[in-house]
């Protein structure tokens, strides 16, 4: 419980641009704008579109904003944590072929990705969800599916299931990289999403993604 | 995220009772005059002592108690999860053969052990901590140590890492039994700390044991 064991994050959608230097100390930001939001599966929010700011907070720390500095805002709430699913040569692999986070640029596309798994999935037994993200036969399952990626697009998964309070989503899912590597990007979402290919999304039953530039 | 996802938890230790009813609506309590506090490795509350009162506050909401009750009291704040080390026929095994939740009784014997885990168990991949839970070789392991007690222990495991705040231990392990069954449990804790036989207890750097009576 060192304050280095999790990074916290708050990203902050508002219409208008919020006062960012009143947030508070000690925190890591960056600023987007959003570019799309696509509806995938289950609902997201209705007002969230392209020309909104967002600004990710990160911290050491929980992140408590200002009430008063984030208004209107829609607040998208997580925090790192160990890895669930992933066997030690796995992580051996992805850190050897994964890249870094990307500076901000007009050429650098980050997308945030809210996901929802449904009750069946948090029912199933540790080994049987570990299962979805291995290879079996034929079927790659997700690890071996993202790991072709990993060189090209830098990805942070946040936590928000269990958070306080509760939000609707179980995971923030966050990927950055050059515009130049889109369709690439849009391919890992279509293998992902196969659930022939990786039965792990049969599960999956609210996500949206949010497009946007990564300014600064 | 529906409100059944996880039950939260708050106990409330104090030296003098508090007021149960201004705690709030729709909590479950439960009542308990502390026993015995045993330091097992690290620090525990030097003021935790033998006639203190404890109050086990549950919600199917995050646990947010009025400042001006708890007043003084240590909180030790958690909320049950989904599995993370045991596999579908485990979990089969284990739901067969658990005893249930005790009555409150003079009788009710209830132990919370908080327990922290190293940054060397955090920085393992997950194949490597389940394997710490099963049996290999002439090493039984934490569940098959386990199993032989749930008839009789019955437990509940909170989580507490990655709450906000922090708090210095990663878990609430939590434990009820007749109190016939005093040498039982104690002989269940001896073999999980044989690190020869339950090698996951090298990694417990923190760990107390609040020995309680469950009286309501």
């Keep these: 419980m ?15 641009p919020i006062d960012v230097q009143a947030l508070g100390e000690n925190l ?6 959003i570019d799309e939001v696509v509806p995938v599966v289950g609902e997201s929010p209705a007002e969230l579109a392209q020309g909104w700011h967002v600004v990710r907070v990160e911290s050491s720390a929980p992140v408590q904003l200002p009430e008063n500095v984030i208004g209107e805002s829609i607040l998208f709430p997580g925090m790192t944590q160990h890895l669930h699913y992933t066997s030690a040569s796995q992580n051996q692999a992805l ?17 945030l990705i809210p996901i929802r798994k449904s009750a069946a999935w948090w029912q199933l037994a540790q080994d049987e969800r570990y299962a979805h993200f291995q290879t079996n ?18 990805r942070r998964l946040y936590h928000s299931r269990y958070g306080s309070p509760p ?48 300014m600064g």
Tied chains: 1, 2.
């Design 28 to 33: 890591r930001l960056n600023h987007y704008c």
């Design 167 to 214: 939000v609707p989503y179980d995971f923030l899912t966050y990927f950055e990289f050059e515009r130049a590597y889109k369709e690439d990007f849009r391919h890992l979402l279509t293998e992902l999403r196969e659930v022939e290919r990786n039965p792990e999304w049969q599960y999956v039953e609210r996500e949206f993604e949010v497009w946007m530039t990564k």
């Design 2 to 16: 060192s304050e280095t064991m999790s990074t916290w994050v708050s990203f902050v959608a508002s219409r208008e």
């Design 137 to 154: 036969g034929q079927t790659p399952g997700h690890t071996a599916i993202g790991i072709e990626y990993v060189d090209r697009v830098f």
């Design 95 to 111: 850190a050897q072929r994964s890249r870094a986070e990307l500076a901000p640029s007009g050429e650098t596309t980050a997308v």
